[in-house]
């Protein structure tokens, strides 16, 4: 580990660079950095010399912080301070300090503990072995890859029970394949994220696949909750009644038609409705559709006849003016 540290790394603090905390996850660290370098990227600031100046200190920086053990290797560094002043100057490389060399620190003779860090003498080999320095003139520019979306239609059923699947993509980086989790209960339009699988670059970017569930021959939905049109009979509705009903688990239940029951009223059934994890069920709602008969014999037309001349109360009374 300490034969990568880097000179400069005891001047500049790549945290800083990023806009990170020092015990920023490294997903938070990309993350800064995915957003700094598309800001500064040479080809969206064309000839802006200090935007590209910044993205050499950006790239530079999660360069090291960026890679687990470059980024133990420069804490290690930088926790141990300031050197005397740098690296030039009294004290630092080059300079009249104590010791091997000129290292000194506080009256503290480093020449051999950066002399091993640095795989030789302070005075010798350890300039040697610096070599070319992140953001110099051979310094490797990284790009971040973007961020690509893909539509994938499935089957209600694949929707609500969840299955994998693979979906063909064309891009700079040729065709390619990739495999999709689709997890339980997913619905139309949502995105499933799927972490650097999509345009090339240092860091990849994600794919965002967009969802298109199919439809159902008999429930609906919404969101969590499935519908189910229930029909009943006018006398059902009058005087109430118990119907059995479907479930998409293939069971059916009970349900209860309150009498009086109103055409669009909607009863729930607990449980029923699309798939979850623990408490996150959704539940089923049975929509009452009143079926009027299109056609009525002799007796039905005499009966129904018979129940309008006693039923004196007319469900247009709000409707009349001044009344």
Do not use: C
């Not at 995915?34 to 600031?45: F, G, I, M």
């Not at 699947?165 to 619905?187: F, H, M, Q, W, Y």
């Not at 002799?298 to 009374?317: I, M, N, V, W, Y």
């Amino acid at each position: 580990m300490a034969n990568d540290i880097k000179r400069e790394w005891f001047d500049n603090d790549y945290y800083a660079v990023l806009g990170v905390a020092k015990d920023a996850p490294h997903a938070d660290v990309t993350k800064a950095y995915r957003k700094l370098a598309r800001e500064y990227h040479p080809d969206t600031n064309p000839g802006d010399a200090a935007a590209e100046e910044r993205f050499k200190e950006i790239s530079t920086a999660y360069d090291v912080v960026g890679d687990e053990d470059k980024r133990a290797s420069y804490d290690q560094a930088r926790a141990m301070g300031p050197m005397g002043g740098g690296f030039g100057g009294s004290g630092g490389f080059g300079g009249s300090g104590a010791g091997n060399g000129g290292f000194g620190f506080e009256g503290v003779d480093l020449g051999d503990i950066l002399g091993s860090m640095f795989g030789g003498t302070a005075g010798g080999q350890a300039g040697g072995l610096f070599g070319d320095q992140p953001g110099g003139r051979y310094a490797r520019v990284k790009r971040p890859g973007k961020d690509q979306e893909a539509r994938l239609t499935i089957s209600f059923d694949e929707a609500m029970r969840g299955t994998t699947t693979a979906i063909s993509l064309t891009d700079e980086s040729g065709k390619r394949k990739i495999n999709v989790r689709i997890p339980a209960g997913v619905d139309s339009g949502q995105r499933i994220r799927l972490r650097g699988k999509g345009g090339a670059g240092d860091p990849p970017g994600d794919l965002y696949v967009i969802v298109t569930a199919g439809a159902h021959t008999i429930f609906g939905r919404r969101g969590k909750k499935l519908t189910l049109d229930l029909p009943v009979t006018i006398a059902e509705a009058a005087l109430g009644a118990e119907v059995r009903v479907p479930t998409y688990s293939g069971d059916s239940v009970t349900v209860r038609i309150p009498a009086g029951t109103q055409h669009g009223r909607t009863l729930r059934v607990r449980g029923a409705g699309v798939p979850g994890d623990g408490d996150d069920i959704g539940d089923l709602l049975v929509v009452v559709n009143i079926a009027v008969p299109k056609n009525l014999t002799k007796k039905q037309t005499q009966a129904l006849q018979s129940f309008a001349d006693l039923d004196g109360e007319s469900p247009r009374k709000h409707l009349e003016m001044g009344s």
